[in-house]
């Protein structure tokens, strides 16, 4: 657990390229079967696991039509995630 989540907010600024109001701390970990709320690393970190993070993607993308909200081409994965959540079986 040593090296997570070390840089200041300033730091954070720099790597994205931004100003960033509040910056949330989320780790996105392992494909278990746990429910992500049963982990806790502290100091203000959100876990989610793999599973739960693509089901939540999954249900927002599936709510917008490709035709009238496409999500931008600068997103390719999510893009193309939203074409097969829309047009696949």
Not at 8 to 27: D, F, M, N, P, R
Not at 55 to 66: F, G, V, W
């Amino acid at each position: 657990m040593g090296k997570k989540f070390v840089y200041s907010h300033t730091q954070y600024e720099e790597l994205v390229g931004c100003k960033i109001g509040i910056a949330k701390k989320i780790a996105l970990c392992g494909l278990g079967k746990a429910v992500s709320g049963d982990l806790n690393w502290g100091n203000n970190i959100q876990v989610i696991l793999i599973p739960h993070f693509v089901a939540e993607i999954s249900k927002t993308l599936r709510s917008k039509n490709p035709l009238k909200e496409i999500v931008p081409e600068g997103y390719p994965r999510l893009r193309a995630m939203q074409f097969a959540l829309s047009y696949g079986n």
